[in-house]
């Protein structure tokens, strides 16, 4: 995994993670892992920091809740309407770049 591009590509994967239900840090860093075949491994260093940014930006919200298996409250983290409104914008921000780029490529549309 390269740390740069990851670092680009952040916030998108964790509001389209959090797109399909509320999720905690564990959750999360599992999800994304399988969803990626193993290419994006996020360490909680990483994930952490991006979700108090993405928390406070108020494209996510936070609230402490039991598990159904028990043990301690874990926070637990669901995407908000501005949060859903970013993921599109950003979303079509990475498909017009990812356009250029196939553009550069060669590999066509």
Do not use: C, N
């Amino acid at each position: 995994m390269d740390a740069q591009q990851l670092k680009g590509h952040l916030d998108l994967l964790l509001l389209a993670t959090l797109d399909q239900g509320p999720r905690y840090g564990g959750q999360i860093i599992a999800d994304v892992q399988a969803a990626t075949d193993g290419y994006f491994a996020l360490r909680e260093g990483t994930l952490y920091p991006a979700l108090h940014r993405l928390e406070k930006q108020g494209f996510i919200a936070g609230d402490f809740q039991v598990l159904p298996r028990g043990g301690s409250p874990v926070k637990v983290y669901t995407l908000t309407p501005s949060g859903k409104q970013e993921l599109r914008a950003q979303r079509e921000r990475y498909e017009r770049f990812t356009g250029a780029v196939r553009g550069i490529l060669g590999g066509g549309a």
